[in-house]
């Protein structure tokens, strides 16, 4: 008997590596893919609306995929000025941010005169070396022309398996459903709902705030406020790490257009709204009942960004929403009456 469980365990563990390796191995086809399929979740109630005012199913799946992809190319040209300026002055804002970190290192460590001391003790007819120049490697014409035909085929994928999920998607469920005795078109169309509720709920905070963020990046004097409304509108998604990413991103960008303690004022304006948001808007909105623990939501949320990066940083918290939902259905009972700690917890305790 034990024997036979060690086995089993051995091999489920074998099946889960070999998983994990093949999503990281072929991440230019399943990244897409799976990008879709939630995003497909995501918009369902969109093509429900279609349908409801008489549209066939592949004008309600046309529809939702035109108007995604038209919201994706109004926001690319919105942003598009912000992200050239931002290129364009790359290397002076890296030699403005050596030599403010520099200056701050200097000051608290004195490890200018350390330095001399040491180099004296060690090599007293000895020069001390000068660092060489660095700089950033800014992406030529070259370097977008060879990654242009892996984009669009990548972008073809994510379009078509889009379009014909939202199309067919009840016939999956109902094929899943019909494959799996412990579940039916119904759970899946349940889950979908609550992925739907959760990431629109969020979306309407995270526009709010990104909103907030340009009103008061425009009221202190931060050049590109528009540009970084936008960018906590997105980073808002990456739960954690994308507040840290662009708190640490104001912080170089405050120490270049600040003097002095002035400087700080932009990364800590945004990272207390953030908090606040976080800990007050956020629970208030999406409620208990969609609440997830944090150790949950972290892991799940490292593990993806980890395999894919950003896409994984984008797609972790909904994939754990409808993983959750699905576990729950299968077993016929809340997986909160069996693990109490792990799954349901307070709002305050996690964000969503």
């Known amino acids: 008997m034990t024997s036979t469980l060690m086995t089993r365990l051995a091999i489920l563990g074998m099946g889960v590596v070999t998983a994990f390796a093949t999503l990281e191995y072929a991440q230019d086809f399943f990244a897409p893919v799976l990008?879709?399929?939630i995003l497909g979740i995501v918009l369902s109630p969109l093509v429900r609306f279609w349908e409801?005012?008489?549209l066939r199913p592949s004008l309600s799946a046309f529809a939702t995929v035109a108007i995604t992809m038209i919201a994706v190319v109004c926001l690319v040209l919105l942003l598009e000025p912000y992200v050239a300026e931002a290129i364009a002055?790359?290397?002076v804002i890296w030699v403005e941010l050596r030599t403010t970190i520099e200056g701050i290192r200097a000051m608290i460590l004195g490890l200018d005169e350390i330095a001399e001391d040491v180099v004296a003790a060690v090599d007293p007819k000895g020069e001390q070396a000068q660092p060489p120049a660095e700089?950033?490697?800014?992406p030529s014409i070259t370097d977008?022309?060879?990654y242009a035909p892996q984009f669009l085929a990548q972008l073809?994928?994510?379009v078509g398996v889009l379009y014909f999920f939202l199309l067919t998607r009840t016939e999956i469920y109902r094929w899943v459903g019909a494959s799996v005795p412990s579940l039916s078109r119904d759970d899946f169309l349940h889950a979908e709902r609550q992925v739907s509720r959760y990431f629109l709920t969020i979306t309407a905070i995270n526009g709010s705030f990104g909103v907030a963020i340009a009103v008061v990046m425009q009221l202190i004097g931060m050049p590109g406020a528009v540009f970084w409304g936008v960018s906590a509108f997105f980073l808002n998604y990456i739960l954690y790490l994308g507040p840290l990413a662009l708190g640490a991103t104001l912080l170089v960008a405050g120490m270049v257009v600040f003097n002095g303690a002035a400087s700080f004022a932009p990364p800590a304006i945004y990272l207390s709204m953030n908090a606040v948001e976080g800990q007050f808007v956020t629970p208030a909105m999406v409620g208990k009942r969609?609440?997830?623990?944090t150790l949950l939501v972290f892991v799940s949320l490292v593990?993806?960004?980890w395999l894919w990066g950003p896409i994984g940083g984008v797609i972790a918290i909904p994939l754990l929403i409808w993983m959750i939902t699905i576990t729950e259905r299968a077993l016929a009972q809340p997986i909160s009456d069996g693990i109490p700690n792990l799954i349901r917890t307070n709002p305050d305790q996690s964000k969503l």
């Open 144 to 146: 977008a022309l060879f």
């Open 35 to 37: 990008s879709a399929l």
């Open 290 to 293: 969609m609440s997830v623990n």
């Open 303 to 305: 593990f993806w960004l």
């Open 89 to 91: 002055r790359a290397p």
């Open 135 to 138: 700089g950033i490697d800014v």
């Open 156 to 158: 073809m994928m994510f």
């Open 52 to 54: 409801r005012i008489g």
